[in-house]
């Protein structure tokens, strides 16, 4: 099937909004035996729930330490190079819990007043939710 099989023809866009769970474990359950080895990997772990290990860090992962997992990845699961970027990845994550600058949370006050969260407690430090927080991850399947 095609992006254009499904702007066309609705039969197409009507049974792929009638996919569920059972369908899509269905489906991962025959796809851990893939050729597409990667495809069978992944499949495989879930199936399995020989989930991918996550490491986070205040600091970047160092890319002797990345490199070091992707070949240990590498020869553990007998994967090319071309595969290696779908199973040992890491980037930047960032967590802001609360920004005043894009929308406030307002809060109705019993007496009608309209206030802004931050305004509205002296118990609640809204101030530290504020400011980001950011980590670094590095996640890879798991290899003994």
Request: aromatic share 10%; with cysteine; charged share 25%.
């Amino acid at each position: 099937m095609t992006l254009h099989d499904f702007k066309t023809d609705p039969q197409y866009l009507d049974a792929f909004a009638q996919l569920d769970d059972y369908d899509i474990w269905g489906a991962i359950k025959v796809w851990q035996h893939h050729e597409d080895r990667i495809l069978a990997l992944l499949c495989s772990g879930l199936v399995n729930r020989t989930l991918f290990k996550i490491e986070i860090s205040k600091q970047p992962f160092p890319i002797d330490r990345i490199s070091l997992e992707k070949e240990l990845v590498r020869n553990h699961f007998n994967v090319d190079s071309e595969g290696l970027d779908d199973l040992v990845y890491h980037d930047l994550l960032m967590n802001k819990a609360y920004t005043n600058d894009k929308q406030n949370i307002n809060l109705l006050m019993k007496n009608g007043a309209v206030i802004d969260l931050a305004k509205a407690s002296d118990n609640l430090n809204i101030s530290a939710l504020a400011h980001p927080v950011e980590k670094y991850f590095l996640c890879y399947p798991q290899h003994h």
